[in-house]
């Protein structure tokens, strides 16, 4: 075959029907109508001889060739765009553009108050959302560039991820005001005897946390006893004062529920390993001028945040 005669956007949507096996899906990643991408894949089929992608009840499954292809032609799409980002500027004041972030609800609720406000100050015509899926659905919308940033307690992604940490977090409980046993300190036999709160969401990365407390807790011979297990943090801090369940949290949240609800803050009787609270990329964005400001304004409104007289 004559690398000549072949039309190089061809490449594109050969790279999007191996990410979507769906010529409809395909057309839409690259802007074509299914009728323009199913003759796209026609052309690449006789210019290499070869079906590529074959029709199945599980969608349009690659041949052996298209994946002997696929990586090849993956890579040389990504050192083409690195070459032409990173010849792009950026300006936020005048951009016009989007971003979608992971960010859990406990980020949310402390962070995004700060980020947004800088991102309205500084790129107003910038629109964000963010998004909390399952951390393996997240990492691959990274690689397929669909996903801008990641920000919260994560655990390494890999080799093709850029990770900056922001800062660490210690533990608290939080207690209400008017709790019946617990004053101002307490004890291991106080805090083994109380009934907890499991924070332990199913889909958002801070599912990560309360992994981290059962194991610790394990590792001392501490069991504790579960009065409520919940998936979202919305709610917690009025629950937490209305009753007399103990909630083991990071002092950032736990602080911003002093400030909603009738609870106080209570020093953990032991020690627990800080945990990095950290923000990941994917390499495909790392020299994007556009995503490089991004994660710039995330850091520093993160880090103002902590700077602030309340977060302690």
Request: charged content about 20%.
């Amino acid at each position: 075959m004559n690398l000549n005669s072949l039309d190089l956007n061809l490449l594109l949507v050969f790279d999007a029907l191996m990410r979507t096996r769906s010529v409809t899906l395909a057309g839409e990643r690259v802007g074509l109508s299914q009728s323009a991408a199913s003759n796209s894949l026609k052309r690449l089929r006789d210019a290499l001889g070869d079906p590529l992608f074959v029709r199945t009840p599980k969608g349009m499954e690659p041949s052996p060739l298209a994946m002997e292809l696929e990586l090849p032609i993956r890579g040389t799409l990504e050192q083409l765009r690195d070459t032409l980002q990173r010849t792009r500027v950026f300006k936020p004041s005048t951009a016009n553009r989007s971003f979608k972030l992971l960010l859990s609800d406990i980020a949310q609720l402390v962070h995004m108050p700060l980020m947004v406000s800088q991102l309205r100050q500084q790129a107003p015509g910038i629109s964000l959302e963010t998004v909390a899926p399952p951390l393996r659905e997240a990492k691959q919308a990274m690689v397929d560039g669909e996903l801008d940033l990641a920000m919260g307690f994560l655990p390494d992604l890999g080799a093709d991820f850029h990770r900056q940490s922001l800062f660490t977090e210690t533990w608290t409980c939080v207690v209400s005001k008017d709790h019946p046993t617990i004053g101002e300190t307490l004890t291991e036999a106080e805090y083994i005897a109380a009934t907890h709160i499991a924070y332990h969401p199913a889909v958002s990365i801070h599912s990560i946390l309360d992994q981290l407390l059962v194991a610790q807790f394990s590792s001392k011979g501490i069991k504790r006893k579960i009065g409520l297990s919940v998936p979202y943090w919305g709610g917690l801090a009025s629950t937490v004062a209305a009753c007399d369940l103990v909630l083991t949290a990071p002092v950032g949240p736990a602080l911003s529920m002093t400030r909603l609800a009738n609870v106080r803050i209570v020093p953990l009787p032991f020690e627990l390993p800080k945990i990095d609270l950290c923000m990941q990329w994917h390499t495909r964005m790392h020299r994007d001028p556009a995503n490089q400001w991004f994660r710039n304004l995330c850091a520093q409104s993160y880090r103002a945040g902590e700077a602030l007289p309340m977060r302690g």
